[in-house]
């Protein structure tokens, strides 16, 4: 009996150990992804505020409305309320171009963005003032934004005959968008599978999923979608594994994606908690928390109060095991401790005397190795410190003298300028004022002069600065200057950049060049660096210094 028992247990260990570890790894690669969240969080930002400097060139209101709607994009799951401000911003711009098809898109951003936020009345209202037959290709957005709306009031009923009413419209929205998606597209897939599950047919949605899914980017914000219904068939199926494994899949998504309104890193975390990972489930639990906060996403933050008490209340006494468990065993290791103290003592009590005197001495020793390198650190930092304070000061000396300089020469210049243009006034010549005024010529000369009084002052500071520009490229002879040029473009580029303005927008504005224009040449100088590209700039920053390597 028992040689069959070790055999059957031979036989089912290796199966279960392999679904466990087919999980774990996945379960590693999303606590990987939320401890490195701020990484996404912050390319997140760094797309919107791009977006968002756009505006600052666009000159249409065709221009603006596709901004708007990108922002939207954007911001529909990671912040509600911008993203309902952006969705507002191109309702406004449709109306003003009067373009019907914009407006019925613009009015459905918004009755959407609304039903995220809890506003159900607010959308429906909206809702109903689209004549949805004057833009037939948006019929299918249509209805199943109605589908949502509905399906959050569902969720929300209190009572079974509301339940009942928002289920019944829920479906009927549902149905109705089905005809106008085109079978190919991710929507009618994810409706249809929806339907399949209704029916109680998880093999057949799982099977149109999977056909979608291989089909769908990493960057695409649907594939967490595609992933939580897959998982959701399983769910149906019981099949408990594979239902982890999808929603492990779609979480992963939703945080490199910093989809903040989600629902499948919280209901993982019920999973895990239910299976005893307290630790997993706490910090998916709190992290699905501050999401649904940030983003002000009503429903998700209802979803998740209710469940975070259990886990809470799991974790801390967990916790409380644990600081149990750990008092017991200090307790244990110091009369264990003790015990053996007494040994010693007797065992060398003549040797007693000689290895304090050893100990003492070797912990002076220590000490004072520790105090010599803590002085000579600090002796580095403050010579470091002095050597930028003193950079710093010269700086500061020399440009604000040449500011004031020119300051005062540009004052005297507009003085002369103005009293040409009052002369010309006053003599009745309105074509040659005219032409003044309208002449660049003017500022081309202060702009020229301008930069040539900017390259001198540079050079002045750090005359060297050429030399070894061109000592970080690969080719020497890659900076090429006109005659009677100090600095040409790229040079005075990364001129600012060595005096600390490294922002390519406040760059572009000083050198009355493009965003885009100064982004290419920093990336071209960068491509010709002799080491690695990304610490071009660093070896920039150090041209002149005295506290370069």
Not at 280 to 302: G, M, P, V
Not at 517 to 534: A, F, H, M, V
Request: charged share 25%; hydrophobic share 40%.
């Amino acid at each position: 009996m028992n040689k069959f028992s070790a055999l059957l247990i031979a036989l089912i260990l290796p199966i279960f150990l392999f679904g466990q570890v087919k999980n774990d790894s996945l379960l590693k690669e999303l606590d990987n992804t939320v401890n490195e969240y701020e990484l996404y969080l912050n390319r997140k930002e760094a797309d919107i505020n791009k977006l968002k400097g756009l505006l600052h060139y666009t000159s249409t209101d065709l221009q603006k409305f596709e901004i708007y709607g990108k922002l939207y994009v954007q911001y529909k799951a990671y912040q509600s309320d911008s993203a309902l401000i952006y969705a507002r911003k191109s309702l406004l711009i449709s109306q003003k171009l009067k373009n019907t098809d914009k407006v019925n898109e613009a009015k459905l951003n918004v009755a959407s963005i609304m039903g995220t936020l809890g506003m159900y009345k607010e959308s429906l209202d909206i809702l109903e003032t689209i004549n949805i037959n004057l833009t037939p290709n948006l019929k299918g957005t249509y209805y199943w934004t109605n589908r949502i709306i509905y399906g959050y009031l569902n969720d929300y009923g209190t009572s079974s005959q509301e339940k009942k009413e928002y289920d019944a419209l829920t479906k009927k929205y549902r149905d109705s968008a089905m005809l106008y998606f085109s079978p190919k597209s991710i929507e009618f897939g994810i409706a249809k599978s929806d339907q399949f599950l209704e029916h109680g047919h998880p093999d057949q949605a799982i099977e149109l999923l999977h056909v979608f899914f291989s089909k769908t980017a990493k960057q695409d914000p649907d594939r967490a979608v595609i992933a939580y219904i897959i998982s959701e068939g399983y769910r149906l199926k019981k099949d408990k594994e594979q239902e982890e494994k999808w929603l492990i899949v779609s979480a992963i998504s939703d945080l490199q994606l910093v989809k903040k309104e989600n629902i499948s890193l919280r209901k993982l975390a019920f999973i895990l908690y239910e299976q005893g990972d307290i630790d997993r489930a706490y910090k998916y639990t709190k992290r699905s928390l501050e999401d649904a906060l940030f983003c002000n996403a009503k429903l998700r933050t209802y979803e998740i109060s209710k469940m975070l008490p259990i886990i809470n209340e799991a974790y801390e006494n967990k916790n409380e095991t644990n600081r149990t468990q750990l008092i017991i065993f200090l307790i244990c290791a110091s009369i264990l401790s003790l015990f053996l103290l007494v040994v010693l003592v007797l065992l060398f009590k003549q040797m007693k005397k000689l290895a304090n005197a050893q100990k003492e001495i070797s912990l002076a020793n220590t000490k004072l190795s520790v105090l010599n390198k803590e002085l000579n650190e600090i002796n580095e930092r403050l010579n470091q410190t002095n050597a930028t304070l003193a950079e710093a000061s010269l700086l500061k000396e020399i440009y604000i003298g040449r500011y004031m300089d020119q300051c005062s020469d540009y004052i005297a210049k507009l003085e002369e300028y103005r009293r040409k243009l009052n002369v010309m006034a006053t003599a009745g010549k309105m074509n040659e004022l005219v032409k003044a005024v309208k002449s660049n010529t003017h500022i081309e000369k202060e702009l020229k002069e301008f930069y040539t009084n900017f390259d001198q002052t540079f050079l002045q500071l750090f005359p060297s600065f050429i030399d070894e520009f061109s000592k970080l490229l690969v080719d020497k002879e890659v900076i090429h200057l006109k005659q009677g040029e100090l600095l040409n473009t790229e040079l005075r580029i990364f001129a600012l950049i060595r005096l600390g303005i490294k922002d390519s927008t406040k760059i572009a504005e000083f050198l009355r060049y493009s965003v885009s224009t100064i982004y290419n040449y920093r990336s071209q100088i960068k491509n010709k660096s002799l080491g690695p590209r990304e610490e071009f700039e660093s070896k920039v920053l150090l041209i002149g210094s005295s506290g370069k390597n």
